[in-house]
């Protein structure tokens, strides 16, 4: 055998060797074995389990039978039947609520109703919700506090910590490094997969002053979680659900993933898993201002602020209609009101708010699919 083939196999057998000793309670072990993050990924970490609601809140069920059938655009100005885009898409739940009347519910490629789904950074958006109730419940004084009232420690990281606020963090201009990419040294992956993300958020610097500019950054909800740790005395996935899970009616069980069970940090960036009936609740929950069946779950003036634009909050590069506010994308015409209101995540997890005509959409799935814009989508079978 030739020297260079003994070589070549002698690396694949330690590349093989290296590859087994590495254990998913590692970050790079998780890096190496689990690689790119997909729908199924609240089977591989541990979690914190939500449970069902005795008494769950129904839609009402009132299907369109013609609604499948309606041609929306798929790429270009081609359009295409709905039902066909879904099911080509790898689409996994796709609902179209209005008036609390739910008109149309589809399910495809293994999928139905009672199948859980990982929601990836739509739980930003539940996590800004988290934090107003936080607020009215008195354990944060109010979004203008500085990260270092809660976390004292960061502090001691870098000085430029004093000045940022919970705030910053809400509409992800905190400055804090965010190497946006997948190799093993990118914060992507260090976000989502780090055993230790506690830790990991120490180790941060701030790269620009905080409130200078949008940078969206996946440790920006972590950090809003460990506040609501340190605030309530409660874990972010606690909390949740006693203060809004266990209050919505939830027709199913869910769980919040955990970084690791040695360090048990909710992954307040992207681990809710649930059914994508009980995530439309969640839009039912904004429509309604914060009030859940003649309760006010979150105070009015919360979901007011958080669907309130700063014009200095606009991002042209990402859409001439699009800013961003407490963790939700807002689009807006005038630049004073959204006529749609969105909570996103990666594969094409979408959760789709039209205030003005009482409508929530949720579209969740495996991949984007070929489609050229889902947003698109929505608002053509909205009405917009």
């Not at 979901?303 to 963790?327: A, V």
Request: aromatic fraction near 14%.
């Amino acid at each position: 055998m030739k020297k260079r083939t003994k070589i070549i196999i002698l690396g694949i057998v330690v590349c093989i060797f290296l590859y087994a000793q590495w254990s998913t309670d590692t970050y790079m072990g998780r890096w190496l074995k689990w690689r790119a993050s997909d729908i199924l990924d609240h089977e591989k970490f541990p979690k914190y389990d939500l449970n069902a609601s005795k008494k769950p809140f129904y839609f009402l069920d009132t299907p369109q039978a013609n609604f499948g059938l309606l041609e929306v655009t798929k790429k270009g100005s081609n359009k295409s039947p709905l039902q066909e885009i879904i099911q080509n898409s790898g689409t996994t739940a796709f609902l179209f609520i209005r008036n609390d009347s739910l008109l149309y519910e589809k399910y495809a490629n293994g999928y139905d109703r009672a199948s859980i789904n990982t929601s990836f950074s739509t739980a930003k958006s539940i996590t800004s919700l988290l934090i107003g109730k936080a607020i009215d419940d008195g354990y944060i004084k109010t979004e203008g506090d500085k990260v270092t009232t809660y976390l004292p420690e960061l502090k001691q990281m870098d000085p430029q910590f004093d000045n940022l606020q919970i705030a910053h963090l809400l509409d992800m201009r905190s400055g804090l490094q965010f190497k946006d990419h997948d190799l093993p040294w990118g914060d992507k992956p260090k976000a989502y997969y780090n055993p230790k993300l506690r830790e990991r958020v120490k180790e941060l610097p701030i790269t620009f002053p905080p409130d200078s500019h949008f940078q969206y950054n996946s440790y920006n909800p972590i950090i809003l979680g460990m506040i609501v740790e340190k605030a309530s005395g409660l874990s972010p996935a606690a909390y949740f659900e006693e203060a809004l899970w266990n209050h919505m009616g939830m027709e199913y069980a869910g769980s919040w993933s955990m970084d690791s069970e040695a360090s048990g940090m909710t992954k307040m960036e992207s681990g809710l898993n649930l059914r994508a009936i009980d995530f439309a609740k969640f839009g039912r929950l904004i429509l309604n201002k914060g009030q859940w069946n003649n309760i006010q779950l979150i105070s009015q003036n919360w979901i007011n602020k958080s669907i309130s634009i700063d014009p200095d909050h606009k991002l042209d590069e990402f859409g001439k209609e699009l800013y961003y506010e407490n963790c939700w994308w807002l689009y807006s015409k005038n630049g004073r009101t959204p006529y749609m209101i969105a909570a996103t995540g990666h594969l094409g997890q979408f959760l789709y708010i039209f205030p003005e005509k009482n409508i929530i959409i949720v579209r969740m799935g495996k991949k984007q699919g070929n489609v050229d814009s889902w947003t698109t989508i929505f608002k053509e079978l909205s009405g917009y």
